[in-house]
């Protein structure tokens, strides 16, 4: 569902932020989809390596393409990272469970230019109302709502003015 709302919603030439990118695949789809760059971030370095191998299998490198390990909810340094690296951006992906984006909801201000959105994958239906609220209390607005089976996927756009 991230992959089809990624499809949907990029511009091209946007900066994006991968949230908990794993092996780097869905900063590769929207840099093939026309992204100016994409930023991957995860806690696992053991990800943060398969990114970039991945990366350089399909031709992205440097700096169009970056993965980095870190803990942004947790770490200020990782944060600061990310801003370096290609901040603000555009779009944020985070497709992993609701604790986790729960956990990220609050970055996202920094992250994000005023009017950047989100997509947030992962969420069980039986958590959906609690990402919905922690975003909207965070400054966004949602835009969309995706379901497959049990699943939920969330767009929203960042309000100009904080909350």
Not at 32 to 42: P, S, T
Request: hydrophobic content about 45%; charged content about 20%; some cysteine.
């Amino acid at each position: 569902m991230c992959l089809a709302a990624l499809e949907a919603r990029l511009i091209p030439g946007s900066r994006v932020v991968d949230l908990g990118s794993g092996s780097g695949v869905l900063s590769i789809a929207a840099l093939r989809l026309g992204a100016a760059c994409a930023v991957g971030v995860d806690i696992d370095p053991k990800a943060e390596d398969m990114a970039r191998e991945n990366g350089a299998y399909n031709g992205m490198s440097t700096p169009r393409f970056q993965a980095f390990t870190g803990d942004v909810a947790g770490d200020p340094s990782a944060l600061a990272a990310l801003m370096d690296a290609g901040g603000p951006f555009d779009l944020a992906l985070i497709n992993i469970v609701a604790n986790v984006i729960l956990a990220l909801t609050p970055s996202l201000r920094r992250l994000l230019r005023p009017g950047g959105a989100v997509i947030c994958s992962g969420i069980l239906d039986s958590r959906l109302e609690e990402v919905r609220a922690c975003l909207q209390a965070h400054g966004f607005r949602i835009l969309e709502t995706r379901s497959q089976e049990e699943w939920r996927c969330l767009t929203a756009r960042l309000e100009e003015e904080a909350p």
